[in-house]
């Protein structure tokens, strides 16, 4: 069982559930998502007679050693959800050695948040001029993030009114006289052409890498933009269809994972899952899909507004008890043993 979405809905009102729900227009609001259909398809096989003295779940994502393959993704306008933000999620990240992800979009200044945890990584849009992404490239460097993203997949609405769930979050914002992390440092509206190139993104990336800020290319579906994005100087690629927030007909992002690990695969660097991502077991999947590790967002907000830091705390530490039960029970030692062999397609 996940977090209480009827209570979290309840806590919100409709209008912010229903932009963290995040349902495009050409889906119903009570359809289920894509990705975490594609995930429930894969089911796990256990072997036995392999019992394990010691199950280590941890390993190196992009320089440092973490917990889990789990990180926590980003989300906008975090002090709608919460009083205070993203910090009590950061604060257990922190507590757990996990990743967090931080929106552009995110109300809670930057440095603010890595005073509170150091492995946390600031997501721009892959658009707008060259002078805003070095801006907010600075920026992280600034304030001590470990990385970036960079969303490549629909990182502005050409369209006006194509909004997740159909709500004008950054229209909330500036009701609100709110300023997000991108607002502090450039103002101006990200317009949606000119559209970014591969030039662009290797820009980006050469730049960030000159700020010690390694590059993670998200929105990847086709395993030809895995490899492009490799060859562009990304250190690691999200293959994600944005939580199907802008389309319901993105292919799910589960059901190119195998693809992309085995197009991507002899360059060595990282595959991030992002989408569908709700349990336990869909983190151990997604390992043994190819993803080196899991983006986990929503199951997150509704932990944090069903329960506060607590909550937060109660669903993570839970969920790495989990994983190191399944890795035990699938006959892993550690999450090198985990392959292909250890899921099937119903």
């Not at 409709?14 to 975490?36: F, H, I, S, T």
């Not at 199950?55 to 190196?60: A, G, K, L, Q, T």
């Not at 001590?144 to 997740?164: D, K």
């Amino acid at each position: 069982m996940g977090p209480d979405r009827k209570r979290a809905r309840e806590l919100l009102g409709e209008q912010l559930y229903a932009y963290l729900m995040g349902r495009p227009g050409d889906m119903g609001p009570d359809e289920a998502d894509p990705n975490e259909v594609a995930l429930a398809r894969f089911k796990l096989v256990p072997r036995v007679m392999k019992a394990r003295a010691h199950i280590d779940v941890s390993m190196d994502f992009c320089g440092r050693r973490i917990a889990a393959p789990l990180a926590v993704g980003a989300y906008a306008a975090d002090r709608l959800f919460a009083a205070d933000g993203v910090l009590p999620v950061a604060r257990v990240c922190a507590a757990l050695n996990l990743p967090l992800m931080i929106s552009e979009e995110c109300l809670t200044p930057l440095d603010s948040i890595t005073a509170v945890h150091d492995d946390c990584w600031l997501q721009i849009r892959g658009a707008g001029p060259a002078e805003r992404y070095r801006e907010l490239i600075d920026a992280a460097a600034g304030a001590g993030a470990r990385g970036l993203l960079v969303s490549l997949l629909a990182p502005t609405h050409i369209r006006p009114g194509l909004y997740p769930g159909g709500v004008n979050i950054g229209a909330e914002i500036a009701a609100r006289s709110l300023r997000t992390i991108a607002d502090r440092v450039d103002p101006r509206p990200v317009p949606p052409f000119p559209s970014w190139t591969w030039t662009d993104l290797a820009d980006a990336a050469e730049y960030a890498a000159r700020r010690g800020l390694p590059v993670v290319a998200k929105g990847v579906l086709d395993p030809r933009d895995a490899v492009l994005a490799f060859e562009n100087g990304c250190a690691a690629v999200m293959v994600s269809n944005m939580g199907v927030r802008n389309l319901g007909r993105w292919v799910p992002a589960p059901a190119q994972l195998p693809a992309i690990s085995s197009a991507a695969g002899s360059a060595g660097r990282p595959l991030i899952l992002d989408g569908g991502i709700r349990t336990a077991p869909d983190i151990v999947v997604a390992r043994a899909l190819g993803a080196d590790l899991a983006s986990l967002v929503r199951p997150v907000v509704l932990a944090l507004v069903n329960g506060g830091e607590d909550g937060v705390m109660t669903l993570l530490s839970g969920f790495l008890d989990e994983i190191i039960s399944i890795i035990s029970w699938l006959g892993c030692e550690t999450l090198a043993d985990l392959d292909g062999s250890h899921v099937v397609s119903t």
